[in-house]
T-cell receptor, first 114, second 112 residues
């Protein structure tokens, strides 16, 4: 199947700093990418839908000014957690799909905010 | 938006027995229902999926059934093995290229 990568796999940062997570589709063009958040022993919660060349669509309750999403190309979407706080510590997973094709998940990024 | 409920949250079975996980969804427009297996700290892996024009689909020891009228679908794993132990998530969506709404997950433990 198609490959989706995420970078970094793990990041530890101090409270108040910003962290950028990259999601790349390595062997296909993804017009749409999705960002999910997963707390320990919980489900994947959709945060936002990222469309290439346009603004992201955020799910209800997700702060768009805190979680900045940029989908600059058909193979790259970035999630920036601004002014991170300990409660933002979580596992962030992206996924990418071509229209009407299977959705592929990235390996996830473990964010720890001290 | 879509609301997906999943039961049970935890399930323990003896090796060789069957395991059944059930999900319900709220949006009658949803027409694609994948099941994912996730091991600790890893990405979800698609194990089987079903579309709304099909009532049942089987792949070796894994099967999925869909009742579109009742808006529920189930995962059936037969002849369970220890390597089946993981967290399983159901999801519902309008189509594969659209956002997924996941169930709450089922932690399956297969006891050797």
């Amino acid at each position: 199947g198609a490959v989706v990568s995420q970078h970094p796999s793990r990041v530890i940062c101090k409270s108040g700093t910003s962290v950028k997570i990259e999601c790349r589709s390595l062997d296909f063009q993804a017009t749409t990418m999705f960002w999910y958040r997963q707390f320990p022993k919980q489900s994947l919660m959709l945060m936002a839908t990222s469309n290439e060349g346009s603004k992201a669509t955020y799910e209800q309750g997700v702060e768009k000014d805190k979680f900045l999403i940029n989908h600059a190309s058909l193979t790259l979407s970035t999630l920036t957690v601004t002014s991170a706080h300990p409660e933002d510590s979580s596992f962030y997973i992206c996924s990418a799909a071509e229209p009407y094709n299977e959705q592929f998940f990235g390996p996830g990024t473990r964010l720890t905010v001290l | 938006g879509e609301n997906v409920e999943q039961h049970p949250s935890t399930l323990s079975v003896q090796e060789g027995d069957s395991a059944v996980i059930k999900c319900t969804y709220s949006d009658s427009a949803s027409n694609y229902f994948p099941w994912y297996k996730q091991e600790l700290g890893k990405r979800p892996q698609l194990i089987i999926d079903i579309r709304s024009n099909v009532g049942e689909k089987k792949d070796q020891r894994i099967a999925v059934t869909l009742n579109k009228t009742a808006k529920h679908f189930s995962l059936h794993i037969t002849e369970t093995q220890p390597e089946d132990s993981a967290v399983y998530f159901c999801a519902a969506t309008l189509d594969t290229g659209n956002q997924f709404y996941f169930g709450t997950g089922t932690s399956l433990t297969v006891i050797p």
